[in-house]
């Protein structure tokens, strides 16, 4: 097991490396998982792998862990950390996330303080429209679910939200696991909205659904004078990525 490197595909890249030495070749035939007495780990050849501090890849669940070793599966002749998401995802939870979790908690919590769907458009009023019914629904839903209630203004001047909502985020938050919690904080910026975060996580929005949410206002606009081709390029990977993290939390479940 020792002949195993720190799994981060991009230990090299930080350390500055010239491309040629970046490039990890893959070492291992076959990526599987295991039970063992923490949870399910990833297998490579049979060894379980580490995190780049040198902690084992286990993750809680069979069906996350088994995420993480299609990823190791699906490698070519060297790692191309692009296509490993849910590695990174897993390696964040296990070597940062479980010693800051009330930090990241917190971070959460201001997210929920300047909410995406809480700041509609001032024109035209078919925007403001959508928003409000496109957004509205999921405020709803976190104030009859959670008890969240959060205020909507039109404009960009900050609301100041009602500290007990934004409590209740904090708590859910510090409710969840490290692997849960890294997903959501990863979910939460991406979004732009703690409310669609939180959707996602608990099931109730599907990972598309939940980035067409959060972009309403560019696609409106795109749906009037178009999209050029490198906004078309990062909306794909950012949708991508929010896809992934709806497989993230199914696989936790």
């Known amino acids: 097991m020792s002949h195993i490197p720190p799994l981060d595909p991009n230990v090299a890249a930080r350390k500055g490396f010239k491309e040629s030495e970046e490039r990890i070749k893959r070492f291992w035939k076959a ?7 923490d949870g399910w780990a990833v297998q490579l050849d049979g060894r379980t792998p580490k995190t ?4 084992k890849l286990v993750l809680p669940t069979e069906t996350a862990a088994k995420l993480v070793a299609d990823e190791w599966a699906a490698q070519g002749e060297f790692l191309d950390a692009g296509t490993m998401p849910a590695t ?3 390696s964040t939870a296990i070597d940062r996330v479980v010693e800051v979790m009330e930090a ?3 971070e959460i ?3 929920a303080g300047n909410d995406l769907t809480c700041y509609l458009a001032e024109a035209p009023r078919s925007l403001i429209e959508r928003q409000e019914r496109e957004w509205g629904q999921w405020r709803n839903w976190a104030e009859q679910t959670h008890g969240i209630r959060l205020v909507p203004v039109q404009g960009i001047i900050h609301q100041t939200q009602d500290q007990a909502s934004l409590d209740k985020v904090k708590v859910l938050a510090l409710s969840l696991d490290h692997f849960q ?6 979910a939460v910026p991406l979004l732009g909205s703690a409310i669609l975060g939180l959707a996602l996580q608990q099931g109730e929005l599907d990972g ?5 949410l959060s972009r309403l206002d560019e696609a409106f606009t795109e749906e009037r004078w178009g999209a050029d081709e490198e906004a078309t390029l990062r909306a794909a990977a950012q949708r991508a990525e929010t896809v992934m993290l709806e497989q993230w939390f199914k696989a936790l479940r």
């Open 88 to 90: 990174r995802l897993a």
């Open 104 to 106: 990241v908690a917190d």
């Open 208 to 212: 598309a659904t939940a980035y067409d």
């Open 181 to 186: 919690l890294s997903g959501l904080a990863m």
């Open 52 to 55: 780049p501090v040198h902690r």
């Open 109 to 111: 919590t201001a997210y």
């Open 31 to 37: 990526a599987d998982v295991a039970e063992t007495e």
